[in-house]
């Protein structure tokens, strides 16, 4: 059975992105791209949300060729384009870059994805990650929260029906005043 994790940039108070959308408003540095690098490159699937696949395939495919580019920003490119990726999506057209998409009911499909053979998979987006978390299927959690508070927007734990318990598994600081806490699901 395949591994689900899902992690994202955090506000201290608990969003992924503003009321508008925005994902761009954390606090950046090279150590902790690095990480988010490391994590990527351990990653076999990607399963996006049609948000999520928006952003990032409208930088990625060629962030590799930008004149600024740091050669972990070339890495992650390149990751990113090479690594396969489910977009779950009834709007979303064509895509490229090793990816398919499924209209489909995504939590059947992942529950099907998740019981195959393979390395981990990461599942992005709020909504998506929601339907995933809400079905029992993700088994962990990478909480990179930043100093920054934007009350309000997308969340990254949805309203759940019940409790769920969480296991620390480890903490790291980060320059700028941002901590990753990576939680397994009890």
Known sequence: M????????VSADGYIATADGDLGWGSSSDELFEWWLEREQAVELFLYGRRLWEAMSSHWPTG?????????????ARNWRDT??????STVG??????RVVRGDAVAEITRLKAGEGG???VGGATLAAAAMRAGLVDEYEV??????????????PALDGVLGLT??????????????RYERR
């Open 64 to 76: 590799d060729q930008l004149p600024d580019a740091t050669a972990a920003q070339k890495a992650f």
């Open 144 to 157: 990179v929260t930043h100093p920054a508070v934007l009350g309000g927007g997308a969340p990254f734990f």
């Open 2 to 9: 395949r591994k689900l994790v899902y992690g994202m940039n």
């Open 94 to 99: 064509e895509v490229d870059w090793n990816t």
């Open 168 to 181: 620390l598994v480890q903490t790291r600081e980060f320059p700028g005043g941002v901590v990753m806490t």
């Open 84 to 89: 396969p990726k489910v977009v779950f999506s």
């Open 120 to 122: 981990p998979m990461r």
